[in-house]
């Protein structure tokens, strides 16, 4: 018998059908629904584009106040959850904060999981309105400060920097993170995405889902590269200094962090439009040390470039647009799982409406068949 043909990473195998977004690569452009998401971006707001995505259509204008009211409702924290979140070790990782939070929300809901596209909307509502809660209290107690609660009368984007600072930052910079959020909320068979299918496949809850979708972004090659890319140039520190540390980190075989992707191979089409929101927050700043880290930031895109002909994907650009921002580097891939949490779901929602368990098969090469020895 010829051995079975493997196909190492899933890569090419097309898994399933969906309805919610794809890549096309002829134009290398991404639709959500059908409409390209650099103009979801341009001109609606992320609780539209999470509407869209949940729904398939986006909101007409009484839908949009109903969803946004019930989102703003839904916000706080309960004592005992913020209690225990705050008893989580600080040397431990954001993502691991976020994996817990989703993972005890779940142990708390007292609601049924009837599997209705219904439950798991209005539970989908639920972890799209906690988690930036979560997420903004983490990163104050990491800084020694108390939380700030959720204000009601604020839209999500900016609840979120309230949240976290005390205080909302300029349009732009607002606009820009609104960007990042509609442009990371959902692409396809990722492999968090796709995690968060297979364990929905054995039809378990989406609570469970989700805390392993949360556990596989946080990986460096998928959305811990955010963070990944804040890390890297930090350690160059320097734009002189770009082609040589390239030079050196791939002489030594390393992965270039927010370079790459599994599906476009020439260019992420979300990047001109993060590229573009953050050369705005750096025009913005007419800082010194900001205009060079984004010199540093363009001349390792351009050396990368000529090098490998490798370019950048979302996390480059994002990575730096949340640091100047102000956000904490540990906490860059948190965000991103706040704005995927629209996908994960939405494609969880999906998968129960027509499942089939998700499992494939291996070609084994281990040791032949052999018998157990007696034990001595
Ligand atoms: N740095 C250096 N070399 C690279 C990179 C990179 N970032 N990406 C691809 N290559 C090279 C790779 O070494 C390989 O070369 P060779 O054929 O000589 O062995 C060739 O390009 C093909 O790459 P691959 O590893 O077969 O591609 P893949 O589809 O398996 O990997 C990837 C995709 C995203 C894992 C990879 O590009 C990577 O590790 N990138 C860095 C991490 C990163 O930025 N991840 C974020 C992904 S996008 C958004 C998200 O999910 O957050």
């Given at each position: 018998t010829t051995a079975p043909e493997v196909h190492r990473g899933l890569a090419?195998?097309?898994a399933d059908t969906t309805r919610i977004s794809t890549v096309i690569q002829e134009t290398n452009s991404l639709t959500y629904r059908g409409y390209p998401v650099q103009d979801l971006a341009a001109r609606r707001s992320f609780e539209e584009v999470a509407h869209l995505l949940w729904y398939g259509e986006l909101p007409d204008p009484a839908r949009l106040r109903d969803f946004r009211a019930r989102e703003r409702a839904l916000r706080p924290l309960d004592r005992t959850t913020s209690e225990l979140l705050a008893r989580?070790?600080?040397?431990?990782?954001p993502m691991d904060v976020l994996r817990t939070a989703v993972s005890l929300f779940g142990a708390e809901?007292?609601?049924?999981?009837?599997?209705s596209p219904a439950a798991h909307r209005a539970k989908s509502l639920t972890l799209l309105a906690r988690l930036p809660t979560v997420v903004a209290a983490d990163q104050r107690r990491r800084r020694g400060l108390a939380p700030i609660p959720p204000d009601p009368g604020l839209g999500y984007a900016e609840n979120f920097f309230h949240m976290c600072f005390g205080s909302v930052p300029d349009p732009e910079t607002v606009r820009c993170f609104e960007i990042s959020l509609v442009l990371y909320a959902e692409h396809s068979f990722n492999a968090s995405t796709f995690t968060a299918r297979v364990v929905t496949?054995?039809?378990?809850?989406l609570y469970s889902a989700v805390t392993a979708a949360v556990g596989a972004l946080k990986g460096p090659l998928h959305g811990g590269a955010n963070e990944a890319v804040m890390h890297m140039l930090d350690e160059i520190?320097?734009?002189?200094r770009a082609e040589e540390w390239l030079d050196g980190a791939l002489a030594a075989k390393r992965k270039i962090m927010g370079f790459g992707h599994r599906v476009y191979r020439h260019g992420d089409s979300r990047v001109p439009i993060m590229q573009d929101a953050l050369d705005r927050l750096v025009a913005r700043a007419a800082d010194p040390g900001v205009t060079r880290k984004a010199t540093l930031h363009a001349a390792l895109r351009e050396a990368m470039l000529n090098r490998k002909g490798i370019h950048p994907n979302l996390d480059y650009p994002a990575g730096l647009a949340y640091h100047l921002m102000g956000?904490?580097?540990?906490a860059f891939t948190p965000l991103f799982v706040m704005s995927r949490i629209t996908g994960w779901t939405a494609h969880i929602t999906e998968q129960l409406a027509h499942n089939a368990l998700i499992r494939p098969l291996a070609s084994y090469d281990g040791p032949r068949q052999r018998p157990v020895p007696a034990p001595e």
């Open positions: 090419g195998v097309v989580l070790p600080e040397t431990c990782h809901d007292p609601t049924e999981d009837d599997g496949s054995t039809l378990s809850d520190g320097d734009p002189g956000f904490d580097t540990p």
